[in-house]
């Protein structure tokens, strides 16, 4: 399969008089759902203003009611605070860094939350936009 990958911003403007805006992007990834907050090999780039987290297989298993935490080194639970990890969910926008445009690129970290799994594994897609660029 083909792939394209640019170093800057994608955006559409549509007509001569529509406003130019930045597309939905997204990055998915799996991690243990039992392991301490560690990173999972994905990174957003700066300008980046994150959005929601969606755990698209609820496939942590054990413990009662289990949930894991997606953010930084620095704030581990900055994008998705205490997501459900059992039960795939809808869009959940709860960490502190949700809207914020990030100033340097920034490693994405995930990890157990405050109620442990005792095994299996969670795949989820953290969506954003890029920093609009005016011409």
């Known amino acids: 399969m083909a792939s394209s990958t640019i170093k800057g ?3 559409t403007k549509g ?7 930045v597309g939905l992007l997204a990055v998915k990834f799996s991690f243990d759902p039992t392991q301490a907050s ?5 990174t ?3 300008g980046a203003i994150p959005l929601f987290v969606q755990n ?3 496939g942590a298993t054990g413990g009662t009611n289990p949930t894991v935490d997606v ?11 205490e997501l459900d990890a059992d039960g795939a969910t ?5 960490g502190a860094l949700m809207g914020v445009e990030l100033t340097a690129d920034t490693e994405v970290y995930a990890g157990v939350g405050a109620s ?20």
Do not use: C, E, M, Q
């Open 71 to 81: 953010g930084t080194s620095g704030d581990p639970d900055g994008f998705a605070n």
């Open 116 to 135: 442990a799994a005792t095994g299996g594994s969670v795949t989820a897609i953290l969506y954003y936009v890029s920093k609009p660029r005016h011409n």
């Open 15 to 21: 007509t001569k008089n529509a406003t130019p805006a």
């Open 9 to 11: 911003f994608w955006r």
């Open 38 to 42: 560690a990173t999972v090999s994905k």
């Open 56 to 58: 698209v297989n609820g």
């Open 90 to 94: 809808g869009f959940t926008n709860t």
């Open 44 to 46: 957003l780039p700066a």
